[in-house]
């Protein structure tokens, strides 16, 4: 049962019980990423989660670390591009101390200088080797080309240059802009009653009080880069897409759909035909990311730099036959099954029931139940599939990144012509 109650300075505590469970997960999802900052503080909201693990008024970081292992518990944290989550996974006759933990980390940390300046360090050099993971940087190299000179473009790492010069006074300016009480959502799920949550949390948070200035975002216009970065590397990684759409939108389980036929698996069209038939990649598949306010399609490609302009065409020639023919009733059905099974099953971890609680008060303000999630997944048509296709896949939406020894901007150009 998923129970909802919001504080009088607006904070919501949302939970789900599952008695059947001994694990409890927690998480404080603050609306603030990368996505909020400027660009000469690019990173800051990266810096912040590094930061509130470095010690607090009542615990060293060697003691929050101690805390959460000596009863077998997890803790951690992680920032995106639109939120920043802090969570805790314990068993349920340990939820006190993980709260307390959390709620000392967001309210009581330090941000000593000295722990200012190491965590600098760690994380230029976590940008150094981020720099040195080609098939995970080419998706930043990716969005930059499809949402130039804006925020959602930018890595959520920012750049060593940026990290390099934040200074303590802007962090803590950063820090107390954004984590306030109304932009805060605390998620639980797991085998605990919600009156027992809001019990103890309600007055951990009471703290949070004062003005919240609304969130401004400006919604990015697409564009039609193309994007080579030359490096030494075995491997050409390619990315290419257009914009997808944002969470709450009507179309996104279609969307889902045309996802899971094109990249989505082992059975999806561009892993059989480029992989499994013809033996071009060892990795090649498609994925969507939405938000507030917009989303992002692309399909991913490693390969040797020969093959790039074969997998090019390839990977267009199954967009306009998607775009074109649509799908079969057979690659409905089949997406349709996995798409549900891969959701129903993931409710089977206590972690990803609170992630789903937090993501969707976030950006939904409300938790969708999971038979509705089922059932608009089944009101997918084939039809709908094929005017979603035809409009996101047109030559003038598509955007190109690639990182390695290729740049052949003419052979891209034809393989997507074929879109006119």
């Not at 469970?21 to 912040?48: K, P």
């Not at 990716?142 to 920012?158: D, E, M, Q």
């Not at 390099?164 to 006074?169: D, I, T, V, Y």
């Not at 889902?256 to 992989?275: A, D, K, P, Y």
Request: with cysteine; hydrophobic share 40%.
């Amino acid at each position: 049962m998923i129970s909802k109650t919001t504080l009088p300075n607006g904070v919501s505590i949302l939970t789900e019980e599952i008695p059947y469970f001994r694990s409890v997960a927690i998480g404080i999802w603050v609306a603030v990423g990368s996505r909020d900052e400027a660009d000469e503080i690019s990173g800051t909201s990266h810096f912040i989660e590094h930061l509130l693990f470095k010690g607090t008024k009542h615990r060293t970081a060697k003691q929050i670390a101690e805390a959460l292992d000596a009863v077998g518990g997890q803790l951690n944290a992680f920032t995106t591009k639109e939120y920043t989550c802090y969570y805790a996974r314990v068993l349920d006759e340990h939820f006190d101390l993980a709260a307390d933990i959390l709620e000392d980390m967001l309210f009581n940390s330090l941000f000593a200088p000295e722990d200012i300046e190491r965590e600098r360090n760690v994380i230029i050099e976590e940008i150094k080797m981020y720099e040195d993971t080609p098939d995970e940087l080419v998706h930043d190299v990716f969005a930059n080309a499809l949402w130039k000179g804006h925020a959602l473009g930018r890595p959520v790492i920012g750049s060593a240059e940026a990290v390099a010069s934040l200074s303590r006074e802007s962090i803590l300016d950063f820090y107390a802009k954004h984590y306030r009480h109304g932009q805060m959502i605390v998620a639980v799920a797991g085998n605990i009653k919600h009156d027992r949550v809001v019990d103890k949390l309600a007055p951990l948070f009471t703290q949070l009080n004062g003005p919240c200035l609304p969130r401004k975002l400006e919604r990015p216009v697409p564009q039609q880069e193309i994007t080579c970065r030359q490096k030494d590397t075995e491997q050409v990684h390619v990315c290419v897409g257009t914009q997808g759409l944002r969470l709450d939108d009507d179309q996104v389980y279609v969307l889902q759909v045309i996802n899971t036929v094109l990249g989505g698996g082992l059975s999806s069209r561009l892993f059989q035909e480029i992989r499994e038939q013809r033996g071009l990649v060892y990795s090649v598949y498609s994925y969507h990311a939405s938000y507030h306010d917009t989303g992002l399609f692309a399909i991913y490609a490693g390969l040797s730099k020969e093959n790039v302009n074969l997998v090019l065409d390839l990977v267009t020639r199954e967009l306009y036959k998607i775009r074109s023919e649509g799908i079969n009733e057979e690659e409905l059905r089949r997406a349709k099954d996995q798409l549900k099974g891969n959701f129903l099953l993931s409710l089977e971890s206590v972690n990803a029931r609170m992630s789903r609680l937090g993501k969707s008060e976030l950006y939904l303000g409300k938790v969708v139940p999971p038979e509705e999630v089922v059932q608009r997944i089944e009101e997918v048509t084939a039809e709908q599939v094929r005017s979603l296709a035809g409009a996101m896949f047109r030559a003038d939406k598509l955007a190109m990144a690639t990182i390695g020894s290729w740049c052949d901007v003419m052979a891209w150009k034809e393989a997507v012509s074929r879109l006119e």
